[in-house]
């Protein structure tokens, strides 16, 4: 410890919030003064203000005549100097002195301050007195017993949280009563607001002071930093600069913890550490981290919590992002690093969420333990979301630096192909590709080639993957032999049903796959792998035309087991579109449901996107053109809010079809044109693709632009011709095109079209398709012949869930009468259009028709007040049973559903009715047919 002589010429200013403080160092210092020496030592915390107290109270000493003495533990941690003039360097700290030496240089140093007290009082003042050593304080002891009748007054400052080797002699002091205790607390909310309004000006609000008060905890220091930074911020002391103080408390906290954590003791700055890292409070893992006692973690808490460094969360109290990166901005790279894989670890042991132990691994350098990379794959599969993909993406990366063998490297490869086909494809393949190059035989080519054509669906890359697809199984051929184990020919099937799925949605491939696939027999679906090959053999029978009764059974065996929801939503998605082309729309729209079941966390966006995408286009085929819009709505949000690209355009395409229906042409050309600007590869999706095209012709026509609309048709129909699609129902842009045709006075064109798609109808077979076909032939008919047609195709389409066609259908049946004078029959089909074509949503219809009712000489109808007409057929057989008592597993009994489906179509009744339960169903539900007690 060194004593300066140094006579310092300080004008005395008032200590803001400590004049009792001050006033007590006073009291002291008089009674020195009239000759009975005393010691005070003023204790707390850094930052409270001991040395800011210690500085006043030396110029107010001074100013009263004392000499002054300043000596500083922490920066001089040598012996005290015997002589008046320190030294020029601290001296460093020799070893301990013998008993004789120490009296000796205690009487050396007491006959010192005699010379100096027989001048007048003397004040020595001794900051960080934790610091100084030992024998220095054994010194001032030894005085102060011997100068007791002296004017000498010796004022010492102790910071609590540290410990040094003067605590053991400050407290001895303590306990022998030769050494007063004032203890420095937290500023008072008056004395805050008063620095406030010497800081940033008056007048102060004074829950403005409070706060300011809770975030410094009433330390001076931090209360100097958060004012420095309101100053700059512009922050008045105001009601206004409270909201704004409000808004910018976890960056003002964050700038403050640094100084707060460096004033607390070592354990709370180890808590807070291992709780910077963690994120949450948790006591046990924090213990762990820190090497803190349980007990030490608990007293460590309350100190953030006073703080405000850990606020309450969902999942225990937690730290906020701000506050975390400040604490551990100040880490060595290394000490980090260890801290992290030390989290890691310890969260994996506790059984934790793999997402919450890869926020730990991603941000190692290095990914080299086994249970690393366990926790990645584990990682992929709980969260098919963007923001975890990101984070186990760069994990796995960081995996190819390490020291792998080829297996294990071939497996990282895997691992991030799973992991970037959410969001990059392109990526994914890539990887899939070093894998496959790497794979030793048949057997693991096999697995990887199917990731392989799964990613590839829908890119340009899917020809090249139905080609690795056709290698590879024609290697699995040739070496399983005639008679393969079980798991080989579930391996093999699992191959051949990937290789479909790649093809039907890819115009350049789907030849191919045709052609290979023709000659295999459909499987029992006895097993996951065989369904999924009965999945793609439904939509492949679908897309060539056969008879719908043959690809709704392989749809329906695709699809028997309803719980089991496979980890791909493609195996239920696309058998559930062939039961929507072949009217069987509740068992579609129960199927797509499915595909939605469990949310985000079990399918993905990629999943749910084209789900509700189909369910879209199926509600619409079905007269629900607001239930249609509310579908394809949610599927873009879901797209847009996850980054989907490719899933999306199916949505963009259900919205524009919902669009158009509902009147709303303009919106409708809106999000077209925004489809066909940001997917640059449309035009290599089949199904996606001709929808487009099928509806961009809609939108064409609506706009008045007859020919464009029938350049779109046309070219729909030549796309779907050079893919081998003959189903007429996928897009039946064939029947606009008829209409318009014959609306131009073009009725040989027209008359060639329908000539040639009527094979298309009658094979494929559904009353749906049976009905457009005769409307379309009417549209070319001419007399009795053309009034038959129509009547037949109103027939035709009533028995179908087609009941947007049903009007249309209906609608030209009705002009055609009133063409051959029956206007009481034209009047009472028109009056049925607009009641259905009001309660579907379908706005031009209705439109189109109240004006031809006029000129037919018929009224507006009253439109019925029930909303029953909006309920479809499945709605109305389950609604009706349902009012009838039955429960909803003897209803599934009883229409042949399963109990989920009875579920989503009560839950549809309940909205479009506004009733809250099967007691408020009305009556009249009952389709013509139904009894209680089945079919």
């Given amino acids: 410890m060194a004593a300066s002589t140094e006579t310092r010429h300080e004008t005395f200013q008032d200590l803001v919030g400590r004049s009792a403080e001050l006033n007590s160092v006073l009291r002291q210092a008089a009674r020195a003064r009239e000759g009975t020496a005393q010691a005070l030592l003023v204790r707390g915390p850094a930052g409270i203000g001991r040395s800011s107290l210690l500085a006043a109270a030396t110029a107010r000493l ?52 005699l010379r100096l007290l027989a001048d007048g009082p003397l004040a020595i003042v001794l900051d960080d007195a934790q610091w100084c050593d030992e024998t220095s304080l054994r010194r001032l002891d030894f005085v102060l017993r011997r100068v007791a009748a002296h004017p000498l007054l010796v004022l010492l400052a102790q910071r609590t949280e540290s410990d040094g080797p003067g605590t053991a002699v400050l407290a001895e002091l303590l306990a022998q009563d030769r050494c007063t205790l004032l203890e420095l607390g937290p500023m008072s909310e008056s004395a805050t607001g008063r620095v406030i309004a010497r800081a940033l000006g008056g007048p102060v609000d004074p829950l403005f002071a409070r706060r300011c008060a809770e975030i410094c905890g009433g330390n001076p220091q931090l209360l100097g930093r958060l004012l420095a930074g309101l100053r700059w911020a512009g922050i008045r002391p105001d009601r206004g600069g409270l909201r704004r103080l409000r808004a910018v408390h976890r960056s003002i906290l964050a700038s403050l913890i640094p100084g707060f954590l460096a004033g607390q003791p070592r354990p709370v700055q180890q808590v807070a550490t291992a709780l ?46 701000p506050l975390r990166r400040s604490v551990l901005a100040g880490l060595p790279t290394d000490s980090l690093h260890e801290l992290r894989s030390r989290a890691a670890g310890l969260l994996n042991d506790a059984g934790r969420p793999a997402a919450e132990i890869v926020g730990q691994l991603v941000s190692l350098d290095r990914i080299d333990e086994p249970w690393m990379l366990a926790v990645l794959r584990d990682a992929i599969a709980e969260s098919p979301g963007r923001t975890a993909t990101r984070d186990v993406v760069t994990c796995l990366r960081s995996a190819l630096t390490a020291q792998l063998t080829p297996t294990e490297r071939k497996d990282v490869h895997r691992e991030l192909a799973r992991a970037c086909a959410p969001t990059a494809p392109e990526a994914a393949l890539w990887h899939l590709h070093q894998a496959l190059t790497a794979a030793p035989d048949a057997r693991e080519k096999a697995a990887i080639a199917v990731d392989y054509g799964l990613s590839a669906a829908g890119t340009r890359h899917a020809a090249d993957a139905v080609r690795i697809l056709g290698d590879v199984l024609d290697a699995l051929d040739a070496g399983l032999g005639t008679d393969p184990a079980p798991a080989d020919r579930e391996l093999r099937t699992t191959v051949a049903s990937a290789l479909l799925v790649t093809a039907v949605n890819d115009t350049t491939a789907m030849a191919a796959a045709r052609e290979r696939s023709r000659t295999w027999a459909p499987p029992h679906g006895d097993s996951p792998a065989e369904r999924q090959l009965l999945a793609a053999m439904s939509v492949m029978a679908c897309l060539e035309g056969r008879p719908a009764g043959e690809a709704a059974a392989l749809a329906r065996t695709a699809l028997r087991v309803e719980d089991e929801v496979p980890a791909a939503g493609w195996w239920v998605i696309g058998p559930s579109t062939v039961l929507g082309l072949a009217d069987a729309v509740d068992e579609a729209l129960a199927g797509l449901e499915r595909s939605c079941a469990g949310g985000l966390a079990r399918h993905g966006a990629r999943v749910r996107v084209p789900a509700l995408a189909g369910r879209s286009l199926a509600l619409h085929d079905a007269g629900d053109i607001a239930g249609a819009l509310r579908q394809a709505q949610a599927a873009l949000v879901l797209a847009e809010r996850d980054g989907q690209g490719d899933p999306a355009s199916l949505a963009h395409i259900a919205l524009g079809s919902s669009l158009l229906s509902a009147g709303r042409t303009a ?43 029938l350049a779109a048709w046309r070219r729909c129909g030549r796309g779907l011709e050079e893919a081998g699609v003959a189903n007429p129902v996928l897009a039946p842009w064939w029947l606009p095109a008829t209409t318009t045709l014959a609306r131009l006075g073009r009725t040989a064109e027209a008359a060639e079209l329908v000539e040639r798609v009527q094979p298309d109808v009658r094979r494929w077979g559904t009353p749906r398709a049976l009905g457009l076909g005769l409307l379309a032939a009417a549209c070319v008919a001419e007399g009795r012949t053309r009034l038959r047609l129509l009547g037949d195709s109103v027939d035709a389409l009533a028995s179908s869930p087609a009941r947007l066609e049903l009007g249309k259908a209906e609608f030209q049946l009705g002009h055609e009468l009133l063409r051959h004078g029956d206007t009481d029959g034209a009047r009472r089909h028109l009056r049925r259009v607009i009641e259905r074509a009001t309660h579907c949503g379908y706005h031009l219809l209705a439109a189109v028709a109240r004006r031809l009712l006029v000129t037919a000489g018929g009224r507006m109808p009253q439109l019925a007040a029930s909303p029953l007409d909006s309920l479809t057929a499945g709605e109305r057989r389950v609604a009706s049973l349902a009012r009838d008592g039955a429960s909803n597993k003897k209803i599934a009994e009883t229409l042949f559903i399963t109990t989920r489906t009875v579920e989503m179509h009560l839950t549809n009744v309940y909205r479009k009715l506004g009733v809250r339960g099967r007691a408020e169903l009305p009556g009249g539900l009952r389709p013509a047919g139904l009894r209680a007690t089945g079919r």
């Fill in 667 to 709: 919106d409708a050309c809106v999000v077209l044109d925004r489809l066909v600007r940001t997917d640059f590869t449309l035009e290599n999706r089949l199904f996606e693709w001709h929808h487009y095209l099928y509806v961009r012709g809609r939108a064409l026509r609506e706009q008045g632009d007859l020919e464009g609309a």
């Fill in 62 to 113: 001074r100013a009263d005549g004392f000499t002054v003495r300043t000596v500083s533990g922490g920066s001089a941690p040598g012996p005290v100097a015997d002589a008046p003039t320190p030294p020029a360097e601290p001296a460093a700290p020799g070893p301990a002195e013998s008993s004789a030496d120490l009296y000796a240089s205690c009487r050396r140093f007491h006959a010192d301050l």
């Fill in 276 to 321: 910077a890292v963690l994120g949450r409070a948790e006591p046990d893992l924090l213990g762990a981290l820190s090497g803190v006692p349980a007990r030490h973690v608990e007293t460590a808490l309350d100190v953030l919590f006073r703080f405000e460094a850990v606020t309450p969360g969902r999942r225990g109290s937690v730290m906020c992002d």
